[in-house]
């Protein structure tokens, strides 16, 4: 925080107006209008374990009265809305620079070190997005085959069924315009109808929402910087999830999506195009990641359309000893080793890229935007648009959304550079939920161009792409419109997040469950019969309906409720609060800290040394700041 204290005229030792840093800098300044400014540490009040502890909490330096309270100041105290605070570099005065002073201030600070700053910001993530295209690689080459047998077996024509293959499909191959794809070349190749399609496709969608939490974990470092990262990339999955939750029955019972597109088609003639591709991310990152894999992503839709056997074909484009060309001209050309094999290189290779260029991604974003234009570029990207046109600023961020998935060809690449940004609190979580279903109608368009280059059944594969892109559209239609519902998925990834921030293991239990044991658990229950799936997944609905209504009515009609049930500490601890699994997982985590170079992700330990260790730092600088206003006064 910031405490501001006047200084009379003349100012310390009789300089008036001048500048005073102390021995370390960064610890306070005296401005040029004669104004003290102690910079603490902005992390501490984000500390859920220390929210008691404020100093200077709302009082002046001499111990007198009340002092207005910083703007940023209010915003940290909420870690959704926290800026990244940093300490304030003191810079001399242009006038008072000599020509040789001004001379090095132009060419190294504002030329040298804004390209520089420029150029590793873009070099970066340049990299990011090839180590995402090649970590998807490395999941064709570990799950493909599997992919496309799954997609090719008969139990499709249950949609419960279908529903959990696509988030399968999209997980195993880290790409939801792959798993479309294949799905609109097996609706032309009359493989799947475009009834069984449809559930498949909406099983794509929450499918691809699994690259960007990957993403997320490896923010967890910082408390707060994995809140807002966790909850930035999980209102993705809830939307997916409501979204499908509705509209499936909805079109089980209705058929409405099949019409709507069938009805569309007949209105306008379109006949298809081969010579279609606006693959621009594909143009940008193909000269490296091809210099490293290239897959065969045709024999995935071969084994699903079951033109060739999975044992029979190499997703990994090989050559002979003696056979050149440029499917030869990368790193694993020539191996002898399995395609799982390549694959488990490739996913080890890609993910320690990925985490490494994240960290030095963010440490580069955080000195870039230090300071003041942190302020500045957080207010532009999260205002509203003036007066009566505020209403009409998500749906031009969904715009922006769509139209940048468009061009690079992937909601999993948009979504996942957008993530650290919300890590840092650069852009909300409330801006980050518009642009993601933006990123949902624009990464339909992969579909599209799929449907243009089918010249069999041209018109089947285009209308499972429309029916992709009017599931999207429905979606937006219930969950952003009306401003109460615009708020569940963002409340919901909003406890996510908290969660996640108290007990880091929560988020790898999550992403186990609801990508791998939710959709395999409701799979097997689907192959065993209408009969077991209802008489199981009836009672679990209306117990989770239940439970929904009554946190509901906690929250805002508490009176209402007998008075048992106005909260759940009637409950064991087990069944309302994460903390009796806490310490398990934390010793766990300690023993394997101890036994190799490996550091719990989540433990109440290591919280509480870290509270430690900040209070001890924000003691230190309050009883400077307390020694630095004595001296002046």
Same mark, same amino acid.
């Given at each position: ?13 009789? &300089?008036? +107006? ?28 984000? +500390? ?32 959704? +809305? ?56 490395? @999941? ?12 090719? /077996? ?50 794509? /969608? ?19 910087? @994995? ?94 000893? /003696? ?58 990207? +999260? ?118 921030? &108290? ?54 009609? /508490? ?39 490996? &550091? ?23 009883? &400077? ?9």
């Amino acid at each position: 925080m910031t405490l501001d204290t006047d200084i009379p005229e003349g100012g310390h030792d009789g &300089k008036h +107006n001048a500048g005073y840093q102390e021995e370390e800098p960064g610890d306070f300044v005296i401005k040029q209008n004669g104004t003290v400014v102690i910079d603490l540490p902005e992390k501490y009040p984000q +500390n859920e374990l220390a929210d008691e502890y404020h100093p200077y909490s709302g009082r002046d330096a001499a111990g007198g009265g009340e002092m207005e309270e910083d703007e940023a100041e209010k915003e940290e105290e909420d870690p959704w +809305n926290a800026v990244p605070l940093f300490r304030k570099k003191v810079v001399t005065p242009w006038d008072e620079l000599e020509c040789l002073g001004k001379t090095k201030r132009v060419a190294w600070d504002w030329i040298f070190l804004t390209l520089f700053k420029i150029v590793s910001l873009l070099g970066l993530l340049y990299i990011f997005v090839c180590s995402l295209q090649v970590m998807s690689s490395a @999941f064709q080459l570990l799950g493909g085959k599997a992919a496309g047998e799954v997609l090719s /077996n008969d139990i499709i024509n249950n949609p419960v069924c279908g529903l959990m293959m696509g988030v399968m499909v999209t997980v195993l191959v880290q790409s939801s315009s792959t798993s479309t794809s294949i799905i609109v070349s097996m609706v032309a190749a009359e493989v799947i109808s475009v009834t069984q399609a449809i559930p498949i496709v909406m099983g794509a /969608n929450i499918g691809t929402s699994v690259t960007n939490t990957l993403v997320a974990l490896t923010q967890a470092k910082d408390r707060n910087t @994995f809140r807002r990262a966790f909850g930035g990339a999980t209102v993705h999955d809830m939307f997916n999830w409501l979204s499908v939750l509705i509209l499936l029955p909805l079109e089980v019972a209705t058929g409405y999506l099949e019409w709507l597109s069938e009805v569309l088609l007949e209105v306008f003639n379109v006949s298809p195009n081969s010579d279609v591709d606006v693959d621009l991310l594909d143009a940008i990152t193909k000269p490296v990641t091809s210099k490293i894999v290239q897959i065969n992503k045709a024999a995935i839709t071969d084994i699903a359309i079951n033109d060739t056997s999975s044992d029979e074909v190499s997703l990994l484009k090989r050559c002979a000893g /003696n056979e050149t060309g440029p499917d030869c001209d990368h790193l694993f050309a020539y191996t002898s080793l399995s395609d799982a094999a390549v694959g488990g290189i490739l996913l080890v290779g890609s993910l320690l890229t990925l985490c490494i260029c994240l960290i030095l991604l963010v440490k580069l974003l955080q000195w870039a935007l230090s300071g003041s234009l942190a302020f500045v570029i957080r207010k532009a990207v +999260n205002a509203d648009f003036p007066g009566y046109f505020s209403f009409l600023t998500g749906y031009f961020a969904m715009l922006v959304g769509a139209v940048c998935t468009f061009l690079v060809q992937s909601s999993s690449v948009f979504t996942s550079a957008l993530t650290p940004l919300v890590g840092i609190g650069l852009i909300t979580i409330e801006r980050i939920y518009p642009l993601t279903l933006g990123s949902n109608i624009g990464t339909t368009g992969t579909s599209i161009l799929a449907a243009f280059s089918q010249v069999d059944n041209f018109s089947l594969a285009l209308q499972i792409s429309m029916c992709h892109l009017f599931f999207n559209i429905s979606g937006i239609i219930i969950w952003y419109p009306i401003p109460f519902l615009r708020q569940v998925p963002i409340h919901l990834a909003k406890n996510l997040g908290n969660d996640t921030a &108290k007990y880091r293991w929560v988020a790898v239990c999550y992403l186990l469950f609801a990508f791998f044991l939710l959709p395999v658990i409701v799979f097997g229950l689907s192959l065993a019969g209408q009969v077991v799936f209802f008489s199981v997944g009836i009672p679990i609905f209306i117990f989770v309906a239940i439970v929904v209504l009554i946190n509901i009515l906690q929250a805002k009609a /508490n009176r209402f409720l007998p008075e048992v049930l106005r909260d759940w500490t009637f409950l064991p601890k087990p069944l309302r609060s994460f903390q009796p699994y806490d310490r398990p997982i934390a010793n766990c985590g300690n023993w394997l800290s101890v036994h190799s170079c490996c &550091k719990c992700c989540s433990s109440s330990q290591l919280v509480d040394e870290e509270a430690v260790l900040e209070m001890s730092v924000v003691k230190e600088d309050e009883k &400077k700041a307390k020694q630095v206003v004595s001296t002046i006064s």
